[in-house]
């Protein structure tokens, strides 16, 4: 940067650059449809770090730069809402509702309404307060009086604008609710267990608990965003809530995904029993519906109670449990040691799935709830995705139920667990245990890995215990003449092996990074960290400080990537890996720029090709994928049993591809990584981007 740069044109260049990164942000987060690269979105992030460096007098509380969290807070402080925050009454049945009906009938004497239904989310109701377009405070709802100040956590969430756009009312208080993505929350609660910690109990929990959180740091590496859905304190009005849904989005606000207007209430029974088909569908836990009257200024005359307003009622639906028979506890081993017992079950069916196996996260947990095999034991999933033990159904013990030694349960396979000081979870210590080596392998060769066709968990098994392979790297020094020795193996099914052993070498940059098992490190973040650099040496020669800067990395990551580069045994790892020729460097960035501009949303199965595989074509071609349909999404990649995605396309009109569009469109019926493009499909693609033509 020059030092001959003025304050004048400085402060010209903050303010663009600010103005550029937020729109970003709210093409990426709020729309779904980014434009940029994350290397070259980080580019403008830290072009913007310098300039507020070099004049700190330039820095504002709403600058993008903000959002990697401040210093660390001494407490909250206590903050009394202008509006407040009370609570709706709760329903399970649906006669209650027709209840409701009648009240709010009854009360408007004939006065015409409507209903609105929205999708009830499970996490933090938060108050969001903005002052001339700038978010000034956001407030926990504590007791509906009275809240907590966490507006310097708040601000670490980046789908949340910093700065309102589109001219907003002058006072806009905004009310909605912070989750956890269900998603998010699974890879928190293995990424806990994994460090030896006690995982979350739902998605709820980890994000309040995120919220609570002293250090703004470390929610800054928490998979948290929100949605909007009401107003506290406000300078214009709204004649209906769809209106005011509508406006939110237009000033940079993300609503539920998914609403109705129902001019009865028998149609909000009907959409309740579509709504809870939809529930998997949704990035966020959803435990029911709220039902508003739509039209705002009707909640006057309908008022309220001391507890909850006359003119909303949420519908809870019930929590899908079942009963089943907890057979044994066995061990699991995760990629990075951690022994985590596991409930094996009667299996039984449960939120769409059959469930055989529930994780009981530690010994401590099992001792809490008295855990025993043979019990009857309540299952649910946690946050829709983790199948977890509840509780056991003590009446229906008779005595012949045994307690589970974990410590003994590991001596009989032969580990010797520790634990460390300040964990709940036991661990190997000794990577090179065959176990644990039989894991780190079957990770290596994985899909997300390097692929390596022929290489699963019966092979691994095969492998490490004749003893021809003790680290990732000996996989490269095999010989078929080694593979003819094994059970099963002949000339065709050794050879096969071989070759996919040799094939994994050429493959992409990011698939080493993540088959590295850098703690830490998933799929996503490999990608980020290929995209940032250009080949092996750079990514072990950089700083934490270099790190924790880049987009989705953070500190946390940041110090596992470095605390894995600076041992030796890795780096000796790295060493042999490169000598057998595996691929260590990025390769050029795209094969072309055909999709350039483009956003793809990917939903059900195809035949050709997996998901991972359809999303690298679409990024080898300059698009993006991403997981939620809007209306900027350019094509919607629908497989065999696509679900609520290909819905939203319909209702959006986002044009929507089957597999033999999609692999049209990609000029490659075939499908081969490899295959060079299709002319025809790359210029019906041209016309279609330029809008002179139509595509399918």
Known sequence: MSNALNSTEARKETEKLRAEIERHNRLYYVEAAPEISDRDYDALLKRLEALEKQFPELATPDSPTRRVGGEPLKGFENVRHTVPMISLANTYNKEELVEFDGRVKKLLGGTPYSYILEPKIDGVAISLRYENG???????RGDGTTGDDVTANVRTIKSIPLRLTNNPPEILEVRGEVYMTRKGFAALNEERQEAGHEPFANPRNACAGSLKQLDPRIVARRPLDAVFYGLGECSADFATHQEMLKALTHYGLRITPQFWICEAISGVLEKLD????????????????????????????????AKSPRWAVAYKYEPEQAETLLKEITIQIGRTGVLTPVAELEPVQLAGTVVKRATLHNEDEIKRKDIRVGDRVIVEKAGEIIPAVVRVVTEKRTGKEKPFDMQAACKALGINPVKNEGEVAWRIDDLHHPAMLKRWLTYFASRNGMDIDGLGESIVEQIVDAGLVKGPADLYDLKKSQLLGLEGFKEKKAQNLIDGIEASKSRPFDRIIFALGIRHVGSGSARVLAQSFSDIEKLMAADIQTLEQIRDIGPVVGKSICDFFQTPANRKLVERLQSAGVNFAQTAKTASDEFAGLTFVLTGTMESLSREEAGEQIRARGGSVTSSVSKNTSYVVAGDKAGSKLTKAEELGVKVLDEKQFLTLLGNVEATPSSPQNATGASRLQKEKSGQGELF
């Open 134 to 140: 700038l978010l000034v405070r956001a407030v926990t």
């Open 274 to 305: 579509v709504l809870v088909g939809m529930k998997r569908s949704f990035p966020f836990e959803m435990d029911g519906g709220v039902i508003k009257v739509n039209q705002r200024d009707l909640y006057e005359p309908l008022g309220s109670t």
